[in-house]
C-alpha cells in the first residue's frame, strides 16, 4: 500500500483508452462500475474532442457482484457492437473487475460476434497508463497487422501518438512533412487516426517510425521481428535530434537527407547576442524519459544551458535516463512521487524548470520559472494554434516555449540597475507576467499607477522570489545580518543561487557564520 | 412569484427506471468539496490508482502544496492476504498522521477495490481512534462506485458522523449539508433575524466545534441527496422538517417558512425579515429569466438535485422541462418539490446513457444538462449543454445565490446568441 496525494499516469487503462480514443472504428468494452466513467471527461474537456470515447462501462454495482456479472458484460459488449458497428473491439477489466474475475477475453471470444475481439490484459496493481498504451496498440497490431506486400514508393508508418498525448497532432504534420521532403510517403499513422483496417496494412511500409517509445515501442519491435521492419531509434524533438533522425532515415532507405530548413529559427534565435542571457541557466529536467532525453540534449547543445537535474516519471524509461544523467554528470530521479520531485528542486535551487504541470506547479511555489514540455497534459498543452514539438517548426516552437518564462537579457540588466525602484523590486516579477505585477507600497502616490500593469497570464509566475527566504539556516550555517542584508541587494532571480553557492562554499570551508565577505569570497570562486 | 402549487404536480408521475451504463462519477468526488468545508479533515481513500486518477482529474488543475485527500493505493502484495493489508494501513496512517499533525479528522474512505476485497475500513477506524486518541477521530465511509453516485458519497461521509455526535436534550435546529461559508453565514445571519439562535450545521467546520443531538433536535436539509443522513439522525430521534429545496427565492422563502412555523415564529417578522432579500433575488433572478423564459430544459442525472433545480427553472424563470433525470428519487425527501413541479417532464431513474442520449437528441431541448464527458460531444452536435458538476461546486443556495443560480444556467444560451456568427461551422478535435 502507498499513500499518493497526485500520480503522473492514470490507471492501464486510461492507457488502452487513450489508445482506443486516437483510434476510428475501434471500440473498447470495459468491465468497470460507474465510478470509472470520469476518464471519458480527460478526452471531451482536456483535449476537447467532440465525440464521447468509444468505451462501453458494463456499470457493475454492488447487489451485482453475488450475481451474474458475466452476463451484464456480454449483454454490454453485444449492445456495443449492435449500436457502434465497430470493425473491432478490445475487452478488458479496470481495477475492480480484474478483481472479480469474470475473463472478459473468455466471454467476448465465445459470443461469435462476428468481428476480432482483442483481449488486453492490464495489471491494475502493478503498472499504470504508459504501459497500458504500449501493451494495447501491441495487442492491436499482433491482431490484426496482415502481411502483405511493401509499397511501390519508400513509406514509413508513423507509429506512437495517441489521444491526450502532448502535440501528437501536430508532431504528426510536422514529421509527414519532413519526411515528403525526402521523397518517403506516411502508409499509415498509429494508433491516433486509423483504423483497424489500416493496422491491416501496417506491412506494407518499409519501415517504422518510432515517435514516442513510451506508447509503441512493443509494437515496433515485434513489427520488426515478423515483417522485418526497421525503425528509427532516433526521436526528432530538437535541431541536433532532427538532423540525425534524417541520417537515420537516409540510412534505412538509401535515400539521400533532403530538407529545407529555410524555416528553422532555432540556432539563429539562440545565437543572436540578445540570447547571451540564456548562457549557462541551470535548469531542472522532468517529464516522461522520451521529452526529458529530447529537452536535455536541446538546453545543453542548443541553447547553451546547464543541465542541474533531470529525471522521469516513468519506471519503463529508468535505464536509459539513468544512462542519459550519468552524461551529463547528474542524478536521475526516477520517481513518480511529486513531493520529491519538490524536494529535489528545492534543493538543487535550479534557476529554471522544463517539466510537466506538475513542476508548473512547483515553479510557481518555489519562485522558479518553468516551461511544460511533457504529459501529463492539461487543457493549456492543447494550444488552437500549429505547435509540433519534432521537427524545425518542432525547434522554432521550443525556442519560443523555453524562452518565455524566462527574465529576458535587457531586462535583467534594468532590473540591476534600478532595483531600488518601486517597480523593479524584489516582488515585482517579471514585467511580461502581467498579473504577477505587485507595486510595493512604500511610495504611496506613486503605486497606483503602476498597479494597473495587469497582463493576461494571472496564473504565471505569481509572487516570483518571494518564497525564498532571505536568511536560509541550512544545518549550522548561519547568516550574519549583514550579509543577510548584502544578500537581499542581489536581484531575487540570481539569489536563490547566490546563497546555495555561499552556503556549499561555506560548508567546504568549515564556515559556520556567512559573512559579507564570505559572500564575496564564494561569488568569486564560482566566477566563471 | 409563488403562483400557487400545480393542480396536478408531479407527485404520482410514473417514473422510468433505467438500468445501463451510467455516465455519473462515484461517490468519491465529494471528497474534492468536503476537505474544503471541513478544515481540520483528511480524507484517505483506500482504493486504486483509478481513484486517484478520478480525484486529481475531477478537481481539475486545483493542485495544493499537499491536499487534505489523498489514496492509499493497493498493490499486488495487498490483495494477496487481507491481515497484510490492515498492516499496511496501519503503517500509512501514522506516517500521515505524524505527518500532519494538523489533522483531527481523518476518514477512510471506502473504494470498489476495497469493497470488493471486503477490506474491513470500520473495524480499523474503531482500532485508529483507539490508538490515535483523543487527537484524531478516525471515521469510516464508501464512496465506492458500486454503492454510491456522485453526491451520495457526502451523504455517506456525513451519516458516518452521526453515531459519534453527542447527546442533548436543548430544542436545537440542525442544518445538514456541506454548504460553502458564505453561504451558510447567510442562512444562519436569516434564522437570527428570526429569532432561532440554538442553530449548528452537520458538517461542522472543525471537529472542535461539537455538535449534539437528541429528541428535541429538528432538522433541516440543504441538500437534496442526503437520505441516509436523514435516516441517521431520525434513529438518534431528530426530527425532520419537511421543505422544498432553497434554490430560488421561492424555494428559499419555502424552507425557511417551514422551520419559522416549526419554531413559532411571528408571520409578521417573518415578512420583515425576508421581504428585501426576496425582492432582491426576484430583481436578480429577472435578469437571467429574460434569457431562460419559454426555454426547454433536458437533465441527465447527476447530483440529484436535478428535481429541485427543474421546479426552481421551471416556477420562477419560465423554462419547461422536457425531461428530469436523477441518479435516485428520494421520495421523502423530495415530495415537497415534486408537488410543486407541473405535469409534464419524464422523470426518470437511474440511467442507461446511450438510449438517454437517443431521448435527448429526440428532444433537442434548448438547453441539456449534463456531465462533463457529454457536454462537449452534444455541444458539437449543435445543442447548447449546462455543465452539471458547476451546480455542486458553485454557490447556489439561499437567496443572494438565487440570481447567480439562474445565470449558470443563462450563460450557455448567452453565449451561444454571442458566438452566433461563428456558427454554424464548429471545428472541434479531429
Known amino acids: 500500500m502507498k499513500l499518493t496525494l497526485w500520480t503522473y499516469e492514470g490507471p492501464p487503462h486510461v492507457g488502452a483508452m487513450r489508445v482506443a480514443t486516437g483510434m476510428k472504428g475501434l471500440h473498447y468494452v470495459l468491465h468497470a462500475p460507474q465510478g470509472d466513467t470520469y476518464a471519458d471527461l480527460l478526452f471531451t474537456m482536456i483535449e476537447r474532442r467532440d465525440h464521447r470515447p468509444p468505451v462501453t462501462y458494463t456499470t457493475f454495482q454492488a447487489r451485482d457482484l453475488g450475481g451474474d456479472t458475466a452476463t451484464l458484460f456480454k449483454t454490454a459488449c453485444q449492445d456495443a457492437v449492435d449500436r457502434f458497428a465497430p470493425e473491432a473491439i478490445i475487452v478488458g477489466a479496470s481495477c475492480t473487475a480484474e478483481l472479480i474475475q469474470d475473463n472478459p477475453a473468455g466471454l467476448a471470444g465465445s459470443m461469435n460476434l462476428g468481428l476480432p475481439v482483442i483481449p488486453l490484459d492490464l495489471p491494475s496493481y502493478q503498472r499504470k497508463e504508459g504501459f497500458g498504451t504500449d501493451e494495447t496498440f501491441l495487442q492491436i497490431v499482433r491482431h490484426l497487422a496482415q502481411p502483405c506486400a511493401r509499397t511501390e514508393q519508400i513509406t ?20 509527414t512533412r519532413l519526411l515528403a521532403e525526402m521523397g518517403v510517403g506516411v502508409n499509415v499513422v498509429g494508433p491516433m487516426g486509423s483504423r483497424p483496417s489500416d493496422i491491416a496494412r501496417l506491412g506494407a511500409a518499409h519501415f517504422n517510425v518510432l515517435m514516442y ?33 534524417l541520417a537515420e532515415v537516409a540510412k534505412i532507405t538509401g535515400l539521400p537527407v533532403k530538407t529545407d530548413t529555410t524555416r528553422l529559427r532555432l540556432p539563429w534565435w539562440t545565437r543572436s547576442v540578445d540570447s547571451t542571457y540564456l548562457t549557462g541557466k541551470r535548469v531542472f529536467i522532468f517529464g516522461d524519459g522520451t521529452h526529458v532525453a529530447a529537452a536535455a540534449r536541446i538546453a545543453r547543445e542548443e541553447m547553451g544551458f546547464e543541465v542541474a537535474g533531470l529525471g522521469c516519471f516513468n519506471r519503463e524509461m529508468a535505464r536509459p535516463i539513468r544512462a542519459l544523467a550519468k552524461d551529463y554528470g547528474v542524478e536521475a530521479l526516477i520517481s513518480d512521487d511529486y513531493l520529491e520531485v519538490e524536494a529535489t528542486i528545492a534543493a538543487l535551487q535550479p534557476e529554471m524548470i522544463l517539466g510537466t504541470q506538475m513542476e508548473r506547479h512547483i515553479g510557481k511555489r518555489l519562485g522558479i520559472p518553468c516551461a511544460v514540455i511533457s504529459a501529463p497534459v492539461h487543457v493549456q498543452d492543447f494550444p488552437a494554434r500549429y505547435s509540433p514539438q519534432m521537427g524545425w517548426e518542432g525547434a522554432n516552437v521550443i525556442f519560443d516555449t523555453w524562452v518565455h518564462p524566462l527574465v529576458m537579457g535587457l531586462e535583467e540588466h534594468l ?38 500593469v495587469a497582463g493576461s497570464m494571472p496564473d504565471a509566475g505569481a509572487s516570483l522570489g518571494d518564497s525564498v527566504p532571505v536568511v536560509q539556516p541550512s544545518g549550522q550555517i548561519v547568516w550574519l545580518s549583514d550579509a543577510e542584508a548584502e544578500l537581499k541587494k542581489i536581484p531575487f532571480f540570481v539569489r536563490g543561487k547566490a546563497r546555495r553557492n555561499t552556503e556549499n562554499y561555506a560548508q567546504t570551508k568549515g564556515v559556520t557564520a556567512i559573512s559579507v565577505e564570505t559572500l564575496y569570497e564564494a561569488k568569486a570562486y564560482y566566477a566563471r | 412569484m409563488n403562483a400557487p402549487a400545480p393542480a396536478l404536480g408531479c407527485t404520482n408521475t410514473p417514473v422510468l427506471k433505467e438500468r445501463g451504463q451510467r455516465e455519473v462519477f462515484c461517490g468519491l468526488t465529494g471528497i474534492i468539496w468536503l476537505h474544503r468545508k471541513m478544515q481540520d479533515a483528511f480524507f484517505l481513500v483506500v482504493g ?9 482529474s475531477a478537481a481539475g488543475v486545483m493542485i495544493f502544496a499537499e491536499p487534505r485527500f489523498g489514496t492509499a493505493i493497493l498493490e499486488e502484495k495487498d490483495l494477496a492476504g487481507l491481515a497484510d493489508a490492515q498492516t499496511e494501513l496501519d503503517r500509512e496512517v501514522d506516517r500521515l498522521l505524524s505527518r500532519r499533525p494538523d489533522i483531527r479528522q481523518l476518514f477512510l474512505v471506502g473504494s470498489c477495490p476495497s469493497e470488493v476485497i471486503k477490506l474491513d475500513l470500520h473495524r480499523a477506524a474503531e482500532r485508529m481512534s483507539v490508538k490515535h486518541a483523543p487527537h484524531v477521530r478516525v471515521l469510516n465511509y464508501s464512496g465506492s462506485g458500486i454503492e454510491t453516485t456522485f453526491t451520495q458519497g457526502e451523504d455517506a461521509c456525513l451519516a458516518s458522523m452521526v453515531p459519534t455526535l453527542s447527546a442533548t436534550a436543548e430544542k436545537e435546529l440542525l442544518l445538514v449539508g456541506a454548504l460553502p461559508d458564505v453561504v451558510e453565514d447567510q442562512a444562519m445571519g436569516l434564522l437570527a433575524a428570526l429569532g432561532i439562535t440554538k442553530v449548528r450545521c452537520l458538517p461542522a467546520r472543525r471537529s472542535a466545534d461539537t455538535l449534539a443531538i437528541g429528541p428535541n433536535t429538528v432538522f433541516a436539509l440543504l441538500q437534496p441527496f442526503l ?4 435516516a441517521a439522525l431520525t434513529r438518534r430521534g431528530a426530527r425532520h422538517i419537511p421543505a422544498p429545496f432553497p434554490f430560488g427565492a421561492e424555494g428559499t422563502t419555502l424552507w425557511l417558512q417551514a422551520i419559522a412555523t416549526e419554531f413559532g415564529v411571528d408571520p ?3 415578512a420583515k425579515v425576508t421581504a428585501a432579500p426576496r425582492a432582491r433575488a426576484e430583481k436578480a433572478i429577472a435578469a437571467s429569466a429574460q434569457t431562460l423564459s419559454g426555454k426547454s430544459i433536458f437533465f441527465f442525472p447527476d447530483s440529484q438535485l436535478e428535481i429541485p433545480l427543474a421546479r426552481f427553472l421551471t416556477r420562477e424563470c419560465g423554462m419547461t422541462a422536457v425531461e428530469v433525470g436523477t441518479p435516485f428519487l428520494h421520495r421523502d425527501l423530495l415530495s415537497p418539490d415534486l408537488a410543486l413541479l407541473a405535469h409534464g417532464p419524464t422523470i426518470s431513474e437511474g440511467q442507461d446513457v446511450d438510449k438517454q442520449l437517443t431521448r435527448a437528441r429526440a428532444a433537442r431541448a434548448d438547453l441539456t444538462v449534463c456531465g462533463l464527458g457529454l457536454a462537449n460531444p452534444l455541444e458539437a ?19 443572494e445565490q438565487a440570481g447567480d443560480l439562474a445565470a449558470l444556467f443563462a450563460r450557455p444560451l448567452r453565449r451561444r446568441a454571442l458566438l452566433a456568427p461563428l456558427a454554424p461551422r464548429i471545428e472541434a478535435a479531429e
Not at chain 1, 161 to 174: M, N, Q, V
Not at chain 2, 48 to 56: D, E, F, G, Y
Open chain 1, 156 to 175: 514509413a508508418n508513423l507509429i506512437g501518438p495517441t489521444a491526450l498525448g502532448f502535440r501528437h497532432r501536430d508532431d504528426i504534420t510536422e514529421l
Open chain 1, 415 to 452: 532590473l540591476h540597475m534600478f532595483r531600488d525602484d518601486f517597480e523593479f523590486h524584489d516582488d515585482a516579477g517579471a514585467s511580461h507576467h502581467g498579473g504577477a505585477h505587485k507595486p510595493r507600497d512604500v511610495v504611496a502616490e506613486a503605486a497606483p499607477a503602476a498597479a494597473d
Open chain 2, 227 to 230: 437520505g441516509d443522513t436523514h
Open chain 2, 268 to 270: 409578521a417578522l417573518f
Open chain 2, 381 to 399: 452536435e449543435g445543442m447548447a449543454t449546462k455543465w452539471a458538476i458547476e451546480l455542486v461546486f458553485t454557490p447556489v443556495h439561499f437567496y
Open chain 2, 48 to 56: 486504486s490508482r483509478t481513484c486517484a486518477h478520478l480525484l486529481q
Open chain 1, 213 to 245: 517509445p513510451e506508447h509503441a515501442e512493443s509494437a515496433a519491435r515485434w513489427l520488426e521481428t515478423n515483417f522485418k521492419q526497421p525503425y528509427t531509434k532516433t526521436v526528432p524533438i530538437g535541431v541536433g535530434a532532427t538532423r540525425d533522425f
